[in-house]
């Protein structure tokens, strides 16, 4: 069992930054393929960035330059720095931490919303 638990979220104006913590707690944090996703409003869930256990990390083009994925598997925490915000990445980010094989599993957080401002 892993539980996931994001902090860091708020409001802030366009071009700011904030920075996205994810707390999991659990043996298999360091196995595990380590996601943040988003949500707005009336849209699906889509993958922001990514971070397998072995640090290949992927992103959505519309947040590379801007958005930087990293983990401390001393701290069982995965964190999301993200720079130049814009309006359009105001959504409720959720963390996800995964794995594909033995043991299959896909754990979520709560959710933070991350609001900004024009």
């Known amino acids: 069992q892993v539980q996931v638990v994001e902090s860091g979220g708020g409001l802030v104006q366009a071009g700011g930054s904030l920075r996205l913590s994810c707390a999991a707690s659990?043996?298999?944090?360091?196995?595990?393929?380590m996601g943040w996703y988003r949500q707005a409003p009336g849209k699906q869930r889509d993958l922001v960035a990514q971070?397998?256990?072995?640090?290949?990390?992927k992103y959505a083009d519309s947040v590379k330059g801007r958005f930087t994925i990293s983990r401390d598997n001393t701290k069982n925490t995965v964190y999301l720095q993200m720079f130049s915000l814009k309006p359009e990445d105001t959504a409720v980010y959720y963390c996800?931490?995964?794995?594909?094989?033995?043991?299959?599993?896909?754990?979520w957080g709560q959710g933070t919303q991350v609001t900004v401002s024009s």
């Open positions: 996800n931490a995964a794995r594909s094989t033995g043991p299959v599993y896909s754990y």
């Open positions: 659990g043996s298999l944090f360091s196995r595990s393929t």
């Open positions: 971070i397998t256990s072995t640090g290949i990390i």
